[in-house]
């Protein structure tokens, strides 16, 4: 019989100079196939146990055939937009503003080249049927209706203008809802540029006499935004009111300027942002804040409203 060194020899082994009695040989004896076989049976357990080890170990190796499959780029693949958390994990989003916000406006080349898909989303039915929807801007995205009289969205102004043949509609327009002047729609384009510039900033550092890219002042954003769509603009808060349109808060839409002066006159005018629509407008606030979107407040009212 084949034995294991424990490290503590038996007591039969140890040289005593006597002779056990025969009770004892029995015993010891008997102890030595017992202890034998439970160290052959720890054995065994142990090499169970690594067998399970290195079947856990295979399965962390295992693809996963049945997950998601992540997408090529980031950006818009026809149904949703794609972006790399700060882990570098692939997650998605529905919405363009969520999609700016995460990967700070940039946007890859195969969803400005499928701008036509983004338009085939369906409202739900309930939605429609409570009659919730108006044509145009709400926020977060442009709605109209199809061929079919269905509800569309599109987060593109370009295709939003293409299936309403011009027709702003909406909050995004001044009340307007028949086709527009090819003049109107060129600015409307323009002034859409400028508003898609500005989100893509999104949580971009304020920055105190900031032209960009990496940072902007209040009116620093309004001018390089306005000049991607080709409007130009002065660079000062109340230069750039004297360079607008003034306008009352019922005719406000999206892309026109807000600004507040301290002491209520247009040549205290120390602060401008571009008007979303829905009561929101996107500026840089002050030192110490990013780039942002806020909410017209009674406690924070603008005092002037420009058109540019």
Known sequence: MTTVNTGAPDVADEPTGQHAPATEARSATATRPARAGRIRRGIGMAAMIAVGVGAIGLGTGVSPAAAERAPAHA??????????????????????????????GAESSSKSTSKSSSAASSTSASKSSNGG??????????WFKNSKGEWRWTSHYDVYLQRTGGSSGGSSSSGSSGGASSGSVAADRNVEAAVQYALAQLGKPFRTAGNGPDGYDCSGLVQQSFRRGGIALPRVANDQYAATTPIKASQLRRGDLLFWSPNGTARGIQHVAIYLGNNQYLEAARPGTRIRISSISKGYYPAFMGRP
């Open 75 to 104: 950006g818009w693949d026809g149904s949703r937009y794609w972006f790399k958390d700060s882990q570098g994990q692939w997650r998605w989003t529905s919405h363009y503003s969520v999609y700016l916000a995460r990967t700070g």
């Open 133 to 142: 929807i108006k044509q145009g801007w709400d926020g977060s995205r442009y």
